[in-house]
């Protein structure tokens, strides 16, 4: 199986401040790689598919990068809204798997 | 826009098997141009893939869950099925239903339903 490291787990962060939230895979992956934000209590939602493709009606402060087995989900200017956790999932060879999350918090 | 919706019993005996359905409204399965996927999530923890169904009726199912899960599509009544026999206390979790998108990513979500398997 493919594993997906995600650092850091946790982030404390200020509306205004830039984000940027790193998902690592333990072999190479092309760009199957897809972002999602999930607030608590509710279902995640998409946000990025193949690495970098924005999903409609995403906010163009979420950026996403990257190719092979280092992939990044960048928040250009974090927004009360966006307090929240966030999967990177790969989709390049079954089984799918996620990585472990990343939490950001308000500081 | 699809809307997806799981329901089921919220509470499952061990050993027996949880059955769940996810309704899809505002586009029809006959058209067999969708996919569709099944996810979960132990309380307080993260996302764990379950299972895909593709509109070709390719299945793929967690290794860890395949002996016991089946996952089919209802098309008359218009619904993504999953069954998972002899469950334990590791299976109680929100199980979510998706659309599969052209990536294969879960482009919509249904908005999860809670199972708690206790005696």
């Known amino acids: 199986d493919i594993q997906l490291t995600q650092s850091p787990s946790f982030l404390s962060a200020s509306v205004g401040d830039r984000v940027t939230i790193t998902c690592r895979a333990s072999?190479?992956?092309?760009?199957?790689l897809v972002w999602y934000q999930q607030k608590p209590g509710k279902a995640p939602q998409l946000l990025i598919s193949a690495a970098s493709t924005l999903h409609s009606g995403v906010p163009s402060r979420f950026s996403g990068s990257g190719s092979g087995t280092e992939f990044t989900l960048t928040i250009s200017s974090l927004q009360p809204e966006d307090f929240a956790t966030y999967y990177c999932?790969?989709?390049?060879?079954?089984?799918?798997?996620f990585g472990p999350g990343t939490e950001v918090d308000i500081k | 826009q699809l809307q997806l919706q799981e329901s089921g019993p919220g509470l499952v005996k061990p050993s027996e098997t949880l059955s769940l359905t996810c309704t899809v409204s505002g586009g029809s399965l006959s058209s067999n141009t969708y996919s569709w996927g099944w996810v979960r999530q132990p309380p307080g923890k993260g996302l764990q893939w379950i299972g895909n169904?593709?509109?070709?009726?390719?299945?793929y199912y967690a290794p860890s869950l395949k002996s016991r899960l089946t996952i089919s599509v209802d098309t008359p009544n218009n619904h993504v099925s999953l069954k998972l026999s002899s469950v334990t206390a590791a299976d109680t979790a929100v199980y979510y239903c998706?659309?599969?998108?052209?990536?294969?990513?879960?482009?919509?979500w249904g908005q999860g339903t809670l199972v708690t398997v206790s005696s």
């Open positions: 072999q190479g992956i092309s760009s199957y």
């Open positions: 169904i593709y509109y070709s009726g390719t299945i």
């Open positions: 999932q790969q989709v390049n060879g079954y089984p799918f798997t």
């Open positions: 998706g659309r599969l998108g052209s990536s294969l990513q879960l482009t919509d």
